[in-house]
């Protein structure tokens, strides 16, 4: 197969690393908690999968989930975090800082932009809420960063193409357009010939069963959405395997 895509994994544990290595990823996004949308992972698990694995880390920097306007305690964890990951070998850290109107806080962003050096800078989906995305694209670059993930703003990719498309076409070539959110392997064909992208990014997940907490099915250890305690989530290898072959055809095709 002529891989003409790069492709990205949503990854949360070392585990889910392995799989997507597996699956014929060349990059993952390292984080925790994928269920709130990604949050910081653990330095042992970025070290664990560096020594464990061949793939390009981008390690999520976000402290807590909703929303990106972040207090001064949460923002001097995020640059401690950030500067752990670049001294144990991340090869990028994923980040995004808005301000209360929703536009890019391009001061904290280039806090972390000068934290990070010279590995890649990935600014996540935040920019899927800001007033004037192709806007703030044109603020991203000037601040340096490698690239942007996005659905388009829009619930997901493939009803993001459009602006995604845009995107690509407005950036020239000066950051790259990741697309991410909702990518299947019957809408990831689609999605790479309708925005002309040249990698793609999504998580592909399978309960696995954990009896360990069975005896007693009135516990949780969450919050009000009570999810099953006896089953978990991680990445689906057959799952990766089939959007990946379907993306890659697609860029072949075209």
Known sequence: MNNLLTI???AGSLDDAIAAEKAGAARI????SLFLGGRTPSLGTLRLVKKETNLNVMAMVRPRAAGFLYTAAEFNTMKEDAALFIENGVDGIVFGFLNQDGT???KRCEALVRIAGDK???FHRAIDVVPDPLKALDILIDLGFT????SGQ???AYEGMELIAQMVQHAKGRIEILPGGGITQKNAAKLVQGTGVTQIHFAALKAVADS??????????????YPPEDRFETADLSAMAKIIGAAQSAASST
Do not use: F
């Open 29 to 32: 996004e390292l984080n925790s």
């Open 120 to 122: 890649e800078k990935v």
């Open 154 to 156: 829009e619930p997901t």
């Open 104 to 106: 890019i806080d391009e």
């Open 8 to 10: 990205e994994i949503c």
């Open 212 to 225: 360990s907490t069975a005896g007693n099915a009135a516990i949780y250890y969450g919050g009000a959405l």
């Open 147 to 150: 690239r942007v993930l996005t």
